[in-house]
């Protein structure tokens, strides 16, 4: 049975639904539960549920300690940006020491911010550097777009023996959507068609899918039928699924909300030129966020990010039906 | 209570200091024995033997212990089989990560040593939070947190300590202070160093007790870390135990590119500053043969004895080095392994 939910609440339902499966799940961070009132303390005590400093370094670590130790913990970052602060701990001790050790020690650990808060949060708290975090042997990324994918693939990502960064989009928290009940698990590394059409190929992540399901929306009124491929998790990344759909299309648009050189988008690109090229009836074409911190006030925030009439001409553009710009 | 050290105890942990000092010797002899075997940078123990076993000898089982780079002490001491770790150092399939982690990424788990890190301080809040897991499971698990001095000035150490001592974890942090960042001396570095106040001062900032011990002296670190270590087990939390040890060797071996030959230089001691007494009179005040002198004197050990246990260690060094050396390389595709649990 399925329920509407708001995206934020159905993570908080997977991570408790997990913390009740399994003894070793332990939530923690910046207000998390600072009252003993919270129904995660309440549920599971303060021996799995606190409250930690702005210690960034020290929370992540811990996160590493504890998993070497045994436990499944959850660290609740806030913003993505604050990763920065300890990008040691998690591009280079989490992913890592399972290697080191031959094989002897792994690091089950979730780490939970929200990135791509675009709504005059200025530069630091709106950047969506998820493209920072891939690449990394070892750390795996996921970026749900949906209630139900916000559940399980956060699930999937406690009961994953590996660091996961599972990064939620600021801007979808209060998105609803149908949501299972009861144990609900999203795999990693298995994209999903969101919409299905054989003119073109668009792939988008996070809250540029629905930007991309309306730019679809649009152009079927015009005749095109774009078919809208959403990866759900980056790292590991389901070439397969993209690879086929650009067989059947042979044209591509890619969304990403990162800057141009910093957009997970050119990951896919090359992999589309290497195993794909063949396909291909015109060039790639990518809708990424313009190559600018993310300026405060509305006008400038918005001209910098893709949306849905850039979507929907860097379509028309690979279709031939609109001029390249110049 | 801290264990009452019998001749039987002291004997084992003077054997464990020997074993040490016989291992690191033969890591140091391979670069002019067998050159190019050992690769990258290794990092050195000795003079820190009566520090790593004197805290090791506090432990009991189920407890955990971090490291740093410069690890190879605390495996030997913990009873990991020595051919195992020089095989890790040779970059052999056998060895006891597989040839994945080398010098500087030891890790015995099964043992309680639950790894290290590369980088300066970042080991310390993941003890922190293995300490975390002992105050869940209440079993009366401690864990033993080794870094340097250089590390108490990343804030690593500092998040971690406030957390620890917050959330009274069962945890002991031991600051082996050799007295140099690499090639800086403390006073250049620390502000309590330049004051000249001991570095456990930090502890006073977490509201946690500080103290500082003769990291030559292992009756000395066992009394002193074991007070720490009732503590923790008791759920009263966590001290900061500064152990101050001379490294004899450097830093490290020489970084340099593949082609260059590698080997250890003197002690920074001579090569920056100079100071050749200094050294000298560190060598002169050398824990494992201080040790001896000491058991010999109180009649705990019998010198034959002595002759005895250091004859084995060498022996026992010889045959890691044997079996390092004859051991085989790992697969170049096995470099694909263990990217993901």
Not at chain 1, 148 to 156: I, V, Y
Not at chain 1, 177 to 192: I, N, Q, R, T
Not at chain 2, 58 to 80: E, K, N
């Amino acid at each position: 049975m399925a329920r509407e939910l708001p995206y934020i609440a159905a993570i908080n339902e997977a991570i408790h639904l997990e913390m009740a499966r399994d003894d070793t799940v332990l939530f923690y961070g910046q207000d998390v539960a600072p009252s003993d009132d919270d129904d995660f303390v309440k549920a599971f005590s303060r021996d799995r549920v606190r409250v930690s400093p702005i210690s960034e370094t020290a929370e992540i670590g811990m996160a590493v300690g504890l998993a070497l130790a045994g436990y499944r913990p959850v660290v609740e970052l806030l913003m993505a940006e604050f990763m920065l602060v300890a990008m040691n701990q998690v591009v280079n001790e989490a992913p890592r020491l399972h290697l080191m050790s031959g094989g002897r020690v792994k690091v089950p650990l979730v780490l939970k911010a929200g990135y791509g808060f675009t709504a005059g949060w200025a530069g630091q708290h709106t950047g969506s550097i998820y493209n920072m975090f891939c690449g990394i042997p070892g750390l795996k990324v996921a970026l749900p777009s949906t209630a139900a994918d916000a559940k399980g693939l956060m699930a999937t990502a406690i009961r994953d023996d590996n660091p996961v960064c599972y990064l939620l989009h600021y801007l979808l928290v209060l998105e609803h959507g149908d949501v299972p009940e009861g144990e609900y698990l999203v795999p990693f590394g298995k994209a999903v068609v969101r919409r299905e059409g054989g003119d073109v190929t668009i792939v988008a992540t996070g809250w540029t899918v629905g930007r991309a399901l309306a730019a679809a929306e649009t152009l079927a009124g015009e005749g095109i039928a774009a078919e809208v491929i959403d990866p759900r998790t980056l790292n590991p990344l389901d070439t397969a699924t993209i690879l086929a759909s650009v067989e059947k299309t042979g044209r591509v648009v890619l969304v990403d909300q990162g800057t141009p050189h910093g957009a997970f988008s050119n990951v896919i690109a090359a992999g589309i030129a290497d195993q794909g090229f063949s396909s291909l009836k015109a060039p790639v074409k990518q809708v990424t966020a313009l190559d600018a911190t993310v300026a405060y006030s509305e006008p400038m925030e918005a001209y910098v990010l893709p949306n849905e009439e850039k979507i929907a001409g860097a379509v028309r553009q690979v279709l031939g039906s609109a001029p390249v710009a110049a | 209570m801290t264990e009452k050290l019998d001749a039987e105890r002291l004997t084992w942990m003077y054997t464990q200091m020997v074993r040490i000092r016989e291992f690191e010797e033969r890591v140091k002899r391979t670069f002019e024995e067998h050159p190019g075997v050992i690769r990258g940078h290794t990092h050195l123990a000795d003079g820190a033997e009566a520090s790593i076993v004197g805290s090791i000898a506090t432990m009991r089982p189920g407890d955990q212990l971090m490291a740093t780079y410069r690890c190879h002490g605390y495996p030997i001491a913990l009873g990991t089989d020595t051919k195992k770790i020089m095989a890790e150092i040779y970059g052999r399939k056998d060895g006891l990560c597989g040839g994945y982690g080398g010098s500087m990424h030891l890790a015995d788990p099964e043992r309680g040593f639950l790894g290290t890190s590369g980088i300066v301080g970042q080991s310390i809040p993941q003890a922190t939070g293995a300490g975390w897991a002992a105050q869940i499971r209440k079993e009366g698990q401690v864990v033993l947190c080794f870094f340097g001095d250089g590390a108490s000035k990343q804030g690593a150490f500092h998040e971690s300590l406030n957390l620890a001592s917050l959330w009274k974890l069962p945890v002991v942090y031991v600051m082996e202070n050799n007295n140099y960042n690499v090639s800086t001396r403390s006073d250049q570095e620390d502000a309590n160093a330049a004051a000249g106040e001991p570095l456990s001062t930090k502890a006073k900032a977490y509201s946690m007790p500080g103290v500082t011990v003769d990291g030559g002296d292992p009756v000395a670190v066992h009394e002193t870390v074991g007070e720490a270590v009732d503590r923790a087990r008791s759920g009263d939390g966590p001290t900061l135990v500064e152990s101050k040890v001379y490294r004899l060797s450097a830093h490290g071996n020489l970084i340099a590119p593949p082609g260059v030959p590698l080997h250890y230089p003197e002690h920074e001691a001579i090569t920056t500053f100079g100071n050749r007494e200094e050294y000298e009179a560190a060598l002169r005040g050398d824990p494992v043969p201080r040790f001896r002198m000491r058991l010999v004197e109180e009649d705990t050990l019998d010198p034959g004895r002595a002759d005895q246990i250091l004859r084995d260690a060498r022996e026992e060094m010889e045959a890691a080095v044997k079996y390092a050396l004859d051991a085989a390389l790992p697969e170049p595709e096995a470099a694909l392994n263990h990217v993901y649990a």
